[in-house]
């Protein structure tokens, strides 16, 4: 099983964790995967003055250095040097793309690109090595060299407190299916606002709690490898009572800059005109279990349970774990909310994910434009106004092209910036597009095997070469506007 095949699936199916082959083996249906009626002008479409454009990497995934100046170990660290199978090619993100020594190079390539902003993670276990307790100053440095260097290239940082690096001594304590992390990461992010609360920034707290929640602790496919759906259903809600408690430390340090979360949505559909029930609850797992208690401050009823589709977690048991003022504090006021787009989905009797679209290398990435659009509209309609940027959006090389001559990329990110300046001629208040990624770097449970950068990396020299979707970004950004093909 690779990745998110396994966030492919729901429900009963996914509860008995490996075997769901989900995503593979299945043909678009002609149900769902029609045109949408819209095609892009002959002119390039603008985007609004100031419209950020950047580009997105996190701390695992590039820096490597994971054990240099005093960094404790993350579950990250734990996991790949474990082997067993954990990471499709053996590797680890030991030395990663090294931008915990190349950083000076890898922002001379932002600088390059042209882009106005850049999102990066902050490594928990480099900042605070045991996740609680004493902080680790020569972590703090590394960060205010990465801030300093960005401040100095005019490029505005968008900070992402934690890109899954829980310190090893809080899973050994309970991980995230245990409330007191959720205070542990209020004291970790206390410490981060007090050293750089000046900064004027976009601030993100987690990114993607779903994918932690699930993968880690339902599917057991990344860190920490547990498969159990109520530890999943408890992360779920102690990663949203971070945030939220992160948000009003945020506000009390009076930190300059905006806050808010990173959350990766997935337009569903049904793939059978019975599958309709199976589709919302579908829909509650992978979208309104987050939206909802963070813009509106109450949970779904139909996320989890037994039902086709469902989290199939004990819904007594998660009731329990919120407690009275908790849905008050995850709704706290946040500035934007930050959207992660890699396509859609459509869900079958079985309340399974299934695919409907082309994948790309990445079997869990289902490719539609469109689906950008129909998300962003939707959260016009459903939830109130708040800032949309786009935090993450992108896709690996395809194996049948040169890495270099990367036209597939450059394909999908121009399709996805015509959806994305459609929605904002639409209304939607979406300020800015983060490509994911710089450059090369670990994919998770792919390891190398798959490549997201716009600037390759050779990991035997660690040699940086933009690809063609680098100059052709560079282009969008200086012109602030999309060309059609
Ligand atoms: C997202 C992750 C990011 C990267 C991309 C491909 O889910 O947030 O770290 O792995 O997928």
């Given at each position: 099983?690779?990745?998110?095949?396994?966030?492919?699936?729901?429900?009963?199916?996914?509860?008995?964790?490996?075997?769901?082959?989900?995503?593979?083996?299945?043909?678009?249906?002609?149900?769902?995967?029609?045109?949408?009626?819209?095609?892009?002008?002959?002119?390039?479409?603008?985007?609004?003055?100031?419209?950020?454009?950047?580009?997105?990497?996190?701390?695992?995934?590039?820096?490597?250095?994971?054990n240099?100046?005093g960094k404790g170990p993350s579950i990250w660290d734990t996991f790949?040097?474990?082997?067993?199978?954990?990471?499709?090619?053996?590797?680890?993100?030991?030395?990663?793309?090294?931008?915990?020594?190349?950083?000076?190079?890898?922002?001379?390539?932002?600088?390059?690109?042209?882009?106005?902003?850049?999102?990066?993670?902050?490594s928990w276990p480099r900042i605070q090595p045991t996740g609680s307790g004493a902080v680790n100053?020569?972590g703090?440095?590394?960060?205010?060299?990465?801030?300093?260097?960005?401040?100095?290239?005019?490029?505005?940082?968008?900070?992402?407190?934690?890109?899954?690096d829980l310190p090893q001594p809080l899973q050994d304590a309970g991980g995230w299916p245990s409330?007191d992390t959720?205070n542990r990461f209020?004291d970790y992010?206390?410490?981060?606002?007090?050293?750089?609360?000046?900064?004027?920034?976009?601030?993100?707290?987690?990114?993607?709690?779903?994918?932690?929640?699930?993968?880690?602790?339902?599917?057991?496919?990344?860190a920490p490898?547990?498969?159990?759906?109520?530890?999943?259903?408890?992360?779920?809600?102690?990663?949203?009572?971070?945030?939220?408690?992160?948000?009003?430390?945020?506000?009390?340090?009076?930190?300059?800059?905006?806050?808010?979360?990173?959350?990766?949505?997935?337009?569903?559909?049904?793939?059978?005109?019975?599958?309709?029930?199976?589709?919302?609850?579908?829909?509650?797992?992978?979208?309104?279990?987050?939206?909802?208690?963070?813009?509106?401050?109450?949970?779904?009823?139909?996320?989890?349970?037994?039902?086709?589709?469902?989290?199939?977690?004990?819904?007594?048991?998660?009731?329990?774990?919120?407690?009275?003022?908790?849905?008050?504090?995850?709704?706290?006021?946040?500035?934007?909310?930050?959207?992660?787009?890699?396509?859609?989905?459509?869900?079958?009797?079985?309340?399974?994910?299934?695919?409907?679209?082309?994948?790309?290398?990445?079997?869990?990435?289902?490719?539609?434009?469109?689906?950008?659009?129909?998300?962003?509209?939707?959260?016009?309609?459903?939830?109130?106004?708040?800032?949309?940027?786009?935090?993450?959006?992108?896709?690996?090389?395809?194996?049948?092209?040169?890495?270099?001559?990367?036209?597939?990329?450059?394909?999908?990110?121009?399709?996805?910036?015509?959806?994305?300046?459609?929605?904002?001629?639409?209304?939607?208040?979406?300020?800015?597009?983060?490509?994911?990624?710089?450059?090369?770097?670990?994919?998770?449970?792919?390891?190398?095997?798959?490549?997201?950068?716009?600037?390759?990396?050779?990991?035997?020299?660690?040699?940086?070469?933009?690809?063609?979707?680098?100059?052709?970004?560079?282009?969008?950004?200086?012109?602030?506007?999309?060309?059609?093909?």
């Amino acid at each position: 099983m690779t990745r998110r095949q396994l966030l492919g699936a729901a429900g009963a199916l996914a509860a008995s964790g490996f075997g769901v082959g989900a995503l593979a083996g299945c043909t678009p249906t002609q149900a769902t995967a029609t045109h949408t009626g819209w095609a892009p002008p002959a002119a390039p479409m603008k985007f609004p003055k100031g419209y950020v454009w950047g580009a997105a990497t996190s701390a695992y995934q590039i820096e490597g250095a994971w054990n240099a100046d005093g960094k404790g170990p993350s579950i990250w660290d734990t996991f790949s040097h474990a082997g067993e199978g954990h990471i499709a090619d053996g590797s680890t993100g030991d030395v990663a793309a090294d931008h915990y020594h190349l950083w000076s190079h890898d922002l001379d390539l932002l600088k390059r690109l042209g882009v106005g902003a850049y999102r990066f993670s902050l490594s928990w276990p480099r900042i605070q090595p045991t996740g609680s307790g004493a902080v680790n100053q020569k972590g703090l440095d590394f960060y205010k060299r990465l801030l300093d260097g960005l401040g100095e290239r005019g490029i505005r940082p968008a900070i992402t407190l934690f890109h899954w690096d829980l310190p090893q001594p809080l899973q050994d304590a309970g991980g995230w299916p245990s409330r007191d992390t959720a205070n542990r990461f209020a004291d970790y992010a206390d410490i981060v606002f007090g050293a750089f609360g000046d900064i004027d920034a976009e601030w993100l707290t987690l990114n993607e709690p779903k994918t932690l929640a699930y993968n880690g602790y339902w599917y057991g496919s990344h860190a920490p490898g547990i498969m159990d759906p109520n530890a999943a259903a408890a992360a779920v809600h102690h990663q949203l009572l971070a945030h939220g408690l992160t948000v009003q430390a945020f506000t009390a340090h009076g930190v300059k800059g905006r806050i808010g979360p990173v959350l990766n949505l997935t337009p569903v559909k049904p793939t059978d005109a019975a599958a309709k029930e199976q589709t919302k609850n579908v829909d509650a797992v992978q979208n309104t279990l987050f939206l909802d208690p963070v813009l509106k401050g109450v949970y779904p009823t139909n996320a989890i349970g037994t039902a086709n589709g469902q989290l199939p977690a004990d819904p007594d048991r998660f009731a329990a774990l919120v407690k009275d003022g908790d849905l008050k504090i995850i709704a706290s006021p946040i500035g934007m909310l930050g959207v992660n787009y890699y396509g859609v989905a459509g869900v079958d009797l079985n309340g399974t994910m299934v695919k409907i679209h082309k994948t790309s290398t990445a079997d869990w990435e289902q490719i539609w434009a469109p689906g950008l659009y129909e998300l962003l509209m939707r959260l016009k309609k459903d939830y109130k106004k708040v800032p949309i940027l786009i935090t993450e959006n992108g896709v690996p090389d395809d194996l049948m092209q040169n890495g270099l001559k990367d036209t597939a990329r450059i394909d999908y990110l121009r399709s996805h910036f015509q959806q994305a300046a459609r929605a904002i001629e639409a209304g939607v208040p979406l300020q800015g597009h983060y490509v994911w990624a710089l450059i090369d770097n670990f994919e998770w449970a792919e390891g190398y095997t798959e490549r997201f950068g716009l600037v390759n990396v050779n990991f035997d020299t660690l040699k940086r070469t933009p690809k063609k979707s680098f100059g052709w970004y560079a282009d969008v950004i200086e012109k602030n506007a999309v060309a059609p093909k």
